[in-house]
């Protein structure tokens, strides 16, 4: 039997010593642009409060502060990113607060959003004509089913929106979003 095991030269350990280097430099390299990748492209962890509540946010997913909205004149409806993303318009009251209820931008017909009619006092689908009130509820069809809710909360400067599940008050009935 033969015992001789091979003997590895210098020049076969300097090669897998210049294998290791090089390749623990592509991993390095890679995790590094993998990590800028991700730094970029994933959103920040999201910040949420009481009941999944989270801060209404701008179109560059920065907070807007309650101030902003409040300078607008009473009635005014403000668009912002809300719960999931979806967009939500924010009402101003007349004595200058915020609606507790904010309405999602997204049509119940086939999901269309639509602008706020300020003339009409509508919200209008330019996708089919749907009408909605300044609650939400159908006007006119195509569209089945009244706007969803999201609850609105002013704490200090922030805005914050969380989820509608109990009754809407608008039929007395649970939610259909929920
Ligand atoms: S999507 Fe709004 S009316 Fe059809």
């Given at each position: 039997m033969d015992t001789n095991f091979p003997i590895e030269g210098p020049s076969l350990s300097r090669r897998q010593l210049l294998n290791f280097l090089t390749g623990a430099t592509v991993a390095a390299t890679a995790g590094s642009a993998l990590y800028v990748v991700g730094k970029v492209f994933m959103p920040p962890a999201e910040t949420t409060g009481a009941g999944g509540a989270i801060l209404a946010k701008d179109v560059l997913g920065n907070p807007i502060p309650a101030r902003q909205i409040l300078a607008e004149a009473p009635g005014s409806r403000a668009l912002v990113a809300g719960l999931a993303g979806e967009p939500t318009y924010l009402i101003v009251q007349d004595n200058s607060t915020l609606d507790p209820m904010g309405i999602v931008d997204n049509c119940t017909h086939l999901g269309c959003t639509f602008p706020w009619n300020p003339l009409d006092q509508q919200f209008q689908c330019?996708?089919?004509g749907s009408l909605y009130a300044?609650?939400?509820?159908?006007?006119?069809?195509?569209?089945?089913l009244p706007l969803k809710l999201v609850h609105v909360t002013v704490i200090e400067d922030s805005i914050w929106l969380s989820p509608w599940t109990e009754a809407d008050p608008r039929t007395g009935n649970m939610p259909w979003w929920v």
């Open positions: 330019p996708c089919h300044p609650d939400g509820s159908v006007v006119r069809g195509p569209a089945p």
